[in-house]
């Protein structure tokens, strides 16, 4: 059974850090690109960055460039969000998604074929 688990979402102030997990198991390999998208209610969803299978380029969002990073830990299946200089802006469901065919220049936020059930982020003072 294809599973992701996202973990590491809380409520902090405007200014602070959070990193975000997302750990997979159930068949997804170390072929699946790997993302991280956002939503808030009545809003759509927001991709916000993706990190590739193939040899690990990362793309971020320009809402999130400089201040959020994605990498991954092979052995572990496991790819982060470390999410720096949080504002009230960024708060959301973060979901994190894999796809064999996502992350790539057809387009970044595109073809993810598994997803998690998402854990929130607050920021407000």
């Known amino acids: 059974q294809v599973q992701l688990v996202e973990s590491g979402g809380g409520q902090v102030q405007p200014g602070s850090s959070l990193r975000l997990s997302c750990a997979a198991s159930?068949?997804?390999?170390?072929?699946?690109?790997r993302g991280w998208f956002r939503q808030v209610p009545g809003k759509e969803r927001e991709g916000v960055a993706c990190?590739?299978?193939?040899?690990?380029?990362?793309y971020h969002s320009d809402s999130v460039k400089g201040r959020f990073t994605i990498s991954k830990d092979s052995a572990k299946n496991t790819v982060y969000l470390q999410m720096d200089s949080l504002q009230p802006e960024d708060t959301g469901v973060y979901y994190c998604?894999?796809?064999?065919?996502?992350?790539?220049?057809?387009?970044?936020?595109?073809?993810?074929?598994?997803w998690g059930r998402g854990t929130q982020v607050t920021v407000s003072s």
């Open positions: 998604a894999a796809g064999l065919l996502a992350c790539s220049s057809s387009g970044y936020f595109k073809y993810y074929d598994y």
């Open positions: 159930g068949g997804i390999s170390g072929f699946y690109a």
């Open positions: 990190i590739s299978s193939t040899d690990g380029v990362t």
